[in-house]
């Protein structure tokens, strides 16, 4: 996401990319980084919690007006409600998708 925020930086709109990985998200130079500490799919919170999702919203907002250059970082400081072990585990599916199953498969030499 960062290299297409980048793109549609350069057309003159501002763009914010929320993340799980912000430290990864960081090496490709994006404009505004909003780093959340979610499972992955997840980026604004969970279904239906709609104050956690206007949180993150509004530190997507905020990050627009505080960055004065690329490079800028806001970490939101909000834990995610059901503890993050348990969270992966219910989420992941019990069989890996097509992609996972044959980057696996290529892993182990096979």
């Not at 998200?25 to 979610?38: D, I, L, Q, T, Y």
């Not at 348990?86 to 890996?96: C, F």
Request: hydrophobic letters at 40%; glycine letters at 10%.
């Amino acid at each position: 996401m960062p290299v297409l925020a980048r793109t549609i930086e350069s057309l003159g709109i501002p763009t914010v990319t929320v993340t799980m990985i912000p430290d990864l998200a960081m090496k490709f130079r994006p404009s505004r980084v909003v780093g959340v500490e979610f499972p992955f799919g997840h980026n604004f919170g969970t279904p239906g919690n709609d104050e956690l999702m206007l949180t993150v919203a509004r530190a997507a907002c905020q990050s627009l007006e505080e960055a004065g250059g690329p490079g800028y970082r806001l970490d939101v400081d909000v834990e995610w409600p059901v503890p993050l072990e348990t969270a992966y585990r219910t989420w992941h599916p019990p069989v890996p998708s097509p992609i996972v199953a044959e980057m696996l498969k290529r892993r182990q030499g096979g």
